[in-house]
Nanobody, 127 residues
Framework: QLQLVESGGGLVQPGGSLRLSCATS????????IAWFRQAPGKEREGVSC?????????NYADSVKGRFAISRDNAEKRVYLQMDSLKPDDTAVYYC???????????????????WGQGTQVTVSL
């Protein structure tokens, strides 16, 4: 059974850091592109970052998080991480990881390109 399980969310003050983790099972992890999405209350889900499969492992980031967030993957552990630094209140959202067996880089932050999703982890940035 394919599973993606997010962890690492919580409450943090502005300027703080969190590291999200996405544990996966039930599919050939190293052949899948993995992405992080987020959805704030009353807003549409948006792509945050993605990392490709294979030896290339290219990454993409939403403009809103460039220079603050870093995505990485551990194929041996079948995990993807999202290091989030310099957090802002606007980063408050439920964060989801998602997996896709095949997509073009141009669609890496588009939710329609992903067919497997986790349940999400809440990130709240507030004083």
């Amino acid at each position: 059974q394919l599973q993606l399980v997010e962890s690492g969310g919580g409450l943090v003050q502005p300027g703080g850091s969190l590291r999200l983790s996405c544990a996966t099972s039930g599919f050939p992890f190293d052949t899948y592109t993995i992405a992080w999405f987020r959805q704030a209350p009353g807003k549409e889900r948006e792509g945050v970052s993605c990392v490709a499969d294979g030896s290339d492992g290219w990454t993409n980031y939403a403009d809103s998080v460039k220079g603050r967030f870093a995505i990485s993957r551990d194929n041996a552990e079948k995990r993807v991480y999202l290091q989030m630094d310099s957090l802002k209140p606007d980063d408050t959202a439920v964060y989801y990881c998602a997996a896709s067996s095949f997509l073009l880089r141009q669609f890496c932050l588009s939710d329609f390109a992903f067919n497997y999703w986790g349940q999400g982890t809440q990130v709240t940035v507030s004083l």
